[in-house]
Every structure is written in structure tokens, then in C-alpha cells.
């Protein structure tokens, strides 16, 4: 007996989206009202508790010059580890179409080493920013 699998895939494909279509709002349906557990305060409790403002209320964050510095650094941390993590990607991406060329995965190879020694130096660098502003501000008192 042969399957045609075009055939297969089709009613395969129909079952599933039935499913889905008919099963889904059932369950739905049988959910009793939500209500969060003993303790759980939710995003707008965790977003006080991180002075983290919300549409239409009051800013509660620090806007001082060493809160808005400590901000630039975050950011610009972020951004060095996306373009990090890119770096990467590219070099997996030139491995896994050098199709056994030894030079062109030498080269993929050097974009990987590159991305995660930058990386590492990256990791370094905000210890080290840490470490000192940390020291800084005890031994300034704040």
C-alpha cells in the first residue's frame, strides 16, 4: 500500500486546524476568572519597585547626571553585545556554507573567535566600570 504523501499532508494539515478551531474555545471557555496568586503583585508593582514610569504617571526615576551616565553605559553595552552576538552569527552562517573550503572556514572561524573575544573583553570592561563605581561610592559615602 502506497501513501501519497501530498495527500497525507493535507488531511493531516485540515485535522490539526479543526482542531485547533473547535478545541481551543472550548478550553477556553471552561477557565474559571483569573486570579493571581498570594503574593503576586504583578507588572505594575514590579515596575514601582524599579522606579520604572508608566503612561500618565508621575516620573519617579532619578534624572540626575550620574543616573542618566549609568543609562548611556547600559545601552551602549546592550548595543556592543547585539553587535557581538551578529559577529557570530555571521561567522556560523560563512561555516555552514564554505562547503568544506579550508579557507573560507578558516575565515568563519576567525569571525567566531573575534565575536566572542570581543565579548569576553566586553564582559571585562563592565566588571571593571563596576568594580571602580562601586569602590567609588563607598569610599565617597553614597
Known amino acids: 500500500m502506497k501513501i501519497d ?3 497525507f499532508t493535507y488531511i493531516s494539515t485540515a485535522l490539526i486546524f479543526s482542531m485547533v478551531l473547535f478545541l481551543l474555545p472550548a478550553a477556553a471557555a471552561t ?10 503583585y504583578g507588572l505594575d508593582k514590579t515596575a514601582e519597585q524599579a522606579t520604572i514610569t508608566t503612561i500618565g504617571t ?3 526615576a532619578e534624572t540626575t547626571l550620574q543616573a542618566m551616565i549609568g ?16 559577529i557570530v552569527l555571521v561567522g556560523g552562517y560563512q561555516w555552514m ?3 568544506g573550503d579550508e579557507a573560507k572556514i578558516g575565515k568563519a572561524k576567525g569571525w567566531i573567535v573575534g565575536g566572542v573575544n570581543g565579548m569576553i573583553v566586553m564582559f571585562l570592561a563592565y566588571a571593571l566600570v563596576y568594580v571602580m563605581l562601586t569602590a567609588l561610592k563607598g569610599a565617597t559615602g553614597g
Open 5 to 7: 504523501l501530498k495527500k
Open 31 to 40: 477557565q474559571d476568572e483569573y486570579k493571581p496568586a498570594e503574593g503576586f
Open 58 to 60: 508621575n516620573v519617579t
Open 71 to 86: 543609562q548611556i553605559i547600559n545601552y551602549i553595552f546592550g548595543l556592543m553585545g547585539v553587535i557581538f552576538l551578529i
Open 97 to 99: 556554507t564554505a562547503g
